[in-house]
């Protein structure tokens, strides 16, 4: 029985890593709700004042009304059906993922980096939407 314990205590420790750093993500599944849901509006609400937005080959440095915008033309030309995220990573107050968007009947790379502007409150620095050309 004690030896049953020890292998439960020991999983729960391995598992607490894991969760943690689910958590550690969390800003990511709201954004991840509007992309896939195609809100261009709420997901507004996590750009910072000015963001770095890449459309397909169009960059440019925009605002957050502009950047609603070039999202919202971009949701009314390739409508979501899905959004899953497939890489994340973090360093310090920056953390960043990559996901496909199924949307249009095509398939986009799509690159989110945020860091936190005050505390743990986290906004879109960049966002990029590329078309996904071959899998690897």
């Known amino acids: 029985m004690k030896k049953f314990l020890t292998i439960i205590g020991a999983l729960l420790l391995l598992s607490a ?6 958590g550690e993500y969390a800003v990511f599944a709201p954004i991840s709700k509007y992309i896939a849901s195609g809100d261009a509006s709420s997901l ?3 750009f910072a004042d000015h963001l770095d937005v890449t459309i397909i080959s169009s960059s440019r440095n925009c605002s957050q009304a502009q950047a609603r915008q070039i999202l919202k ?5 390739y409508t979501p059906r899905s959004f899953d995220i497939t890489h994340k990573a973090s360093e310090a107050n920056k953390k960043y993922v990559i996901g496909n968007l199924n ?4 398939i986009f790379l799509v690159t989110i980096y945020a860091t936190a502007t005050s505390g743990e409150t986290y906004k879109i620095q960049q966002l990029a939407i590329s078309r996904q050309t071959g899998y690897f």
């Open 73 to 77: 033309t971009f949701f009314d030309s």
């Open 103 to 106: 949307a249009g009947g095509e």
């Open 17 to 22: 890593p894991l969760q943690a750093q689910d």
């Open 44 to 46: 507004s609400r996590w």
